[in-house]
């Protein structure tokens, strides 16, 4: 009777023992299989070259009389209107601003060296906007303003913007190369550890950075958006993970 006890007993501690090696083991087994994944950055880069242009200039007057210097406003205006359409610009693609009035003083000294202020006229401005996807037109125009300046006209050319039209499409483009490069990645890396890889399990986009191209520039935390260069290169990365057997 002693020796069933001890039998049944031993019987019972053996097989509580196997069932918690078992157990053991298929969550040794679980937690590896959650572990079984490789992550990866993959890289696309195109470069591009701006199909859009936005360039501005400003041009002003200075009179004692606020009604002269108006007029010799308006006259630049049409003077400006005219020269832009002399050059192929459409009279659609130019936006004239409202016109900025202040007054003007300066300071006068007299032999005491005391100074007073006083009233130096009206100051007229106006700023002119084209926007064209004739980059090449509007950038000579931008170039050649000292017609302008040799006419009698205060003019101030300002830095043309560059811009691309077709950046969703490229977006789209960019975010499947990235996806393509880290995937190969990944195969790789799989590789060369002896496995397979399975399927994606998680993607993530990085920042979207649009640079000048050949140019030195540093990434913002935002995100990139450069608009002084005609020619460009976007940058996206996206974070990959993929399970692997």
């Not at 630049?76 to 009279?91: A, H, M, T």
């Not at 130019?94 to 007054?103: C, E, G, L, R, T």
């Not at 100074?115 to 009206?122: D, I, L, P, T, W």
């Not at 976007?234 to 990959?240: E, F, G, I, N, P």
Request: aromatic share 12%; glycine share 8%.
């Amino acid at each position: 009777m002693e020796l069933s006890k001890n039998f049944w007993g031993t019987l019972a501690v053996s097989i509580a023992v196997v069932w918690a090696a078992y157990n053991l083991g298929n969550a040794y087994k679980d937690k590896n299989r959650v572990n079984d994944t490789v992550e990866v950055t993959g890289l696309g880069t195109q470069d591009f070259t701006s199909d859009l242009i936005v360039w501005s200039g400003s041009f002003s007057r200075q009179e004692m009389d606020l009604q002269s210097a108006n007029a010799q406003l308006i006259k630049d205006r049409k003077y400006i209107k005219k020269y832009l359409s002399d050059q192929g610009i459409p009279e659609e693609e130019m936006v004239f601003n409202a016109i900025n009035i202040s007054k003007q003083f300066e300071y006068i000294y007299d032999e005491e060296g005391n100074s007073h202020r006083e009233f130096a006229g009206y100051l007229l401005s106006q700023t002119v906007k084209v926007e064209s996807q004739e980059v090449d037109k509007v950038e000579k125009v931008a170039r050649e303003v000292t017609d302008l300046i040799n006419a009698g006209i205060e003019f101030n050319s300002y830095s043309p913007s560059y811009y691309y039209t077709g950046l969703e499409e490229l977006k789209i483009e960019m975010i499947a190369s990235a996806t393509q490069n880290g995937r190969e990645r990944a195969e790789k890396i799989a590789e060369n550890s002896g496995a397979t890889l399975g399927g994606l399990k998680s993607a993530d986009m990085g920042l979207f950075h649009i640079l000048g191209r050949n140019q030195n520039e540093s990434y913002s935390w935002g995100g990139t958006f450069n608009t002084s260069s005609k020619y460009k290169t976007a940058r996206v990365t996206m974070h990959l993970s993929f399970n692997i057997d």
